[in-house]
């Protein structure tokens, strides 16, 4: 396997990375202090939207550009590396929600409004306050009526439609496409440790839900691994910049006479988050390429790759941005410095859909069973 980029994916990463740090301003919270408005930069979206970002691994039949997961990770590594704060993540997770378990009919009709930033999706299935377990679901359909709630559901506020998992008839979980805008549809900010990422509670009292095909046991891990993926390339991002920050800092910061960057300690620190990092994309970068149509043709071998990835990357970027608020001493710890919104991201990355230890777990029963 080929590792190195072609022309259209560094042409993609550029342009990303040049709109990014002219859209991209984490000023405007960190300005506010403790308390700052977290509402989305819509001119943000907009201009992703125009760039064709959403519509990046919508399938060409429906309208979008059908690329791969290769080209999607140069993306959200980008994304990571600025924060932006934007709802890509909950749109992407229900876009894969629609492409896994949607049929031809709700694909027809909800694709091309994601494409043209008319529509967005997020995706609701945790219940819980604390431990994450796609299985653990309470909510219920009966005759397409929805009850329930979700805990945590990533840009929720700003969808237009959701994927909920819900029991049916037979109690089993099933994937529902519920609109928004009914007004049995109770949608509640919650507090949450990454003021550039919003999520929500969500309260559904009988709203129509429409129920979608393909089983939740067949497609949550084909969504699950996917959205894993995504959090593993933009920790890779995150930690990649706040290193490239962290570095910069002490070749200015001067102690004793010389710059911080000169004392034997500081440089062994650097190089060990610098191997970090790179571990970090490589794993990330292993796991696209696994994950998409010209990688492996082994299903738990691709999963097996993304949850190793997930729990790396996250990993490696509590790590960054942990030794970056101490290396930064003092300033460090203020509100004005951006390393803190990093350091949150990265908490928030590592329990997303899964925490790291869970993962490694779960590794360890294939092998074993193996």
Not at 215 to 227: T, V
Not at 235 to 247: C, D, P, W
Request: proline share 3%; glycine share 4%; charged share 20%.
């Amino acid at each position: 396997m080929n590792f190195a980029f072609n022309s259209d994916q560094d042409l993609l990463r550029d342009t990303a990375a040049r709109l990014l740090r002219d859209k991209v301003d984490l000023e405007q919270l960190t300005s506010q202090g403790n308390k700052p408005d977290t509402t989305y930069d819509e001119s943000l979206w907009q201009a992703m939207v125009e760039m064709g970002w959403p519509s990046l691994i919508i399938p060409e039949a429906y309208g979008g550009l059908g690329l791969s997961l290769i080209e999607w990770t140069v993306l959200t590594e980008e994304f990571g590396k600025t924060l932006a704060p934007c709802p890509y993540l909950g749109n992407y997770s229900g876009t894969l929600a629609m492409l896994a378990a949607g049929t031809d009919s709700q694909k027809q009709t909800l694709l091309p409004g994601v494409i043209d930033g008319t529509l967005q999706l997020a995706l609701a299935w945790n219940e819980q306050e604390s431990k994450e377990d796609p299985t653990l679901v309470d909510s219920s359909v009966t005759e397409n009526k929805l009850t329930g709630s979700k805990q945590y559901v990533v840009d929720a506020d700003t969808a237009t439609h959701l994927i909920v998992t819900a029991r049916n008839a037979k109690n089993e979980i099933q994937f529902y496409v519920v609109a928004t805008n009914q007004t049995e549809v109770k949608i509640e900010d919650l507090p949450w440790m990454d003021v550039t990422r919003r999520v929500s509670r969500i309260t559904f009292d009988a709203a129509t839900a429409e129920p979608m095909s393909n089983s939740f046991a067949n497609s949550w891990s084909w969504i699950s691994d996917r959205i894993m993926l995504s959090l593993a390339s933009e920790s890779a991002g995150g930690a990649s910049t706040i290193l490239e920050k962290t570095v910069a800092y002490t070749k200015e910061r001067v102690q004793f006479g010389k710059t911080i960057a000169s004392y034997q300690a500081i440089k062994h620190k650097c190089a060990d988050l610098l191997t970090q990092v790179e571990s970090a994309k490589t794993l990330t970068y292993y796991a696209a390429w696994a994950l998409s149509d010209a990688g492996s043709d082994s299903s738990d071998e691709a999963s097996i790759a993304a949850a190793m990835a997930k729990s790396y990357a996250t990993d490696a970027y509590k790590t960054c941005t942990a030794e970056a608020i101490q290396t930064h001493g003092a300033i460090g710890f203020t509100w004005e410095m951006p390393i803190h919104l990093y350091y949150k991201r990265a908490r928030a990355n590592a329990i997303s859909i899964a925490t790291s230890n869970q993962l490694r777990d779960n590794l360890i029963q294939k092998v074993v069973a193996a």
